[in-house]
């Protein structure tokens, strides 16, 4: 079974605090993402990966970016936490086009 | 560009009802679609999958058909558990689009009740 790990499950900082959450997959997927869920709105992609070193916007990049030197690990990062991140973030993984993701738990991220 | 349409919840049934939840697209190709599940706290989890029209997905009793006619794949279940109680997102995964992004409907709640 693919397995997509997430660091933390639960993470309260500080605003202006630089962020990192890590997500790491055993699978060898070449597709890495990152969304943001909330309530109301669904899950929001917030960047995406297809490869190392390579990384593309999604629909709400503003506040964040990201970092893939490894296959396996795909990293977020808030360069300067506000309130309005507090947010459920969920990593996924996947191989190829038309194949399905594979999520992680989850990150249930508050910034005091 | 792609959309997916869900109905919206809470839906609220009784131990062993039937259940369907409706899921509609809008795709310009011939997409992959996708039923996830989340579980109250955590990530979400495939529960099944049609690649093309006619494809049934079927898994732990819960089934989808791809209609390529009536651009849907609702979600269907004979006999609903109160294990069954979660958020059902219905997806799309267009083949045309870089990188596997998937279109997520809204996701639609499940309560069942003993």
């Known amino acids: 079974d693919v397995k997509v790990t997430q660091s933390s499950r639960y993470l309260v900082k500080r605003t202006g605090e630089k962020v990192f959450l890590e997500c790491v997959q055993d699978m060898d997927h070449e597709n890495m993402f990152w969304y943001r869920q909330d309530p109301g709105l669904g899950l929001r992609l917030i960047y995406f990966?297809?490869?190392?070193?390579?990384?593309e916007k999604g629909d709400i990049p503003e506040g964040y970016s990201v970092s893939r030197e490894k296959k396996e690990r795909f990293s977020l990062i808030l360069e300067s936490a506000s309130t309005n991140q507090t947010s459920m973030y969920l990593c996924?993984?996947?191989?190829?086009?038309?194949?399905?993701?594979?999520f992680g738990d989850g990150t249930r991220l508050s910034i005091l | 560009g792609n959309s997916v349409t869900q109905m919206e919840g809470p839906v609220t049934l009784s131990e062993e009802a039937f259940l369907t939840i409706n899921c509609t697209y809008t795709a310009t190709g011939y997409p992959s679609l996708f039923w996830y599940v989340q579980y109250p706290g955590e990530g979400l989890q495939l529960l099944l999958k049609?690649?093309?029209?006619?494809d049934k997905g079927s898994n732990k009793g819960f089934e989808a058909t791809y209609r390529k006619e009536t651009t849907s794949f609702h979600l269907e279940k004979g006999s609903v558990q109160v294990s069954d109680s979660a958020v059902y997102f219905c997806?799309?995964?267009?083949?045309?689009?870089?990188?596997?992004?998937?279109?997520f409907g809204g996701g639609t709640r499940l309560m069942v009740k003993p």
């Open positions: 997806a799309l995964s267009d083949p045309y689009n870089a990188g596997n992004m998937l279109t």
């Open positions: 996924a993984s996947s191989f190829e086009t038309g194949q399905p993701q594979h």
């Open positions: 049609a690649t093309k029209a006619d």
């Open positions: 990966s297809y490869d190392v070193k390579m990384k």
